[in-house]
């Protein structure tokens, strides 16, 4: 498994999650990664993108201002703060790695994929 997405869970609305993947291979190099998410009965959908160079960012609409997306290329690590979490948010969150330096919001652009962690949140 290239990607291996954690720290998933459980919280109220209003709470806080932090999700981090950890990719193994380095995919990422020189890649821009992002966040998707699949809530049940509905599609997958983009959440956040970044660039290689951790430069520009991109949001979903129905996340900006509430989930910050940042990487630290040192560890091949992306992140993802979760912050004044809503019932809506909940799906499961998977990282993937795109084929080229900047973010898009496109799933095809993205070639590797991680398992995916549950988001759950409770009103």
């Known amino acids: 498994v290239q990607l291996q997405a954690s720290g998933g869970g459980l919280v109220q609305a209003g709470a806080s999650l932090r999700l981090s993947c950890a990719d193994s291979?380095?995919?990422?190099?020189?890649?821009?990664m992002g966040w998707f998410r699949q809530a049940p009965g509905k599609e997958r959908e983009f959440v956040a993108g970044?660039?290689?160079?951790?430069?520009?960012?991109d949001y979903a609409d129905s996340v900006k201002g509430r989930f910050t997306i940042s990487r630290d290329n040192t560890k091949s690590t992306l992140y993802l703060q979760m912050n004044s979490l809503k019932p809506e948010d909940t799906a499961v969150y998977y990282c993937?790695?795109?084929?080229?330096?900047?973010?898009?919001?496109?799933?095809?652009?993205?070639?590797?994929w991680g398992q995916g962690t549950q988001v759950t949140v409770s009103s």
């Open positions: 993937a790695t795109s084929m080229t330096s900047y973010q898009s919001r496109l799933r095809n652009t993205y070639r590797y």
């Open positions: 291979r380095r995919t990422s190099s020189n890649n821009a």
């Open positions: 970044i660039s290689w160079r951790g430069d520009s960012t």
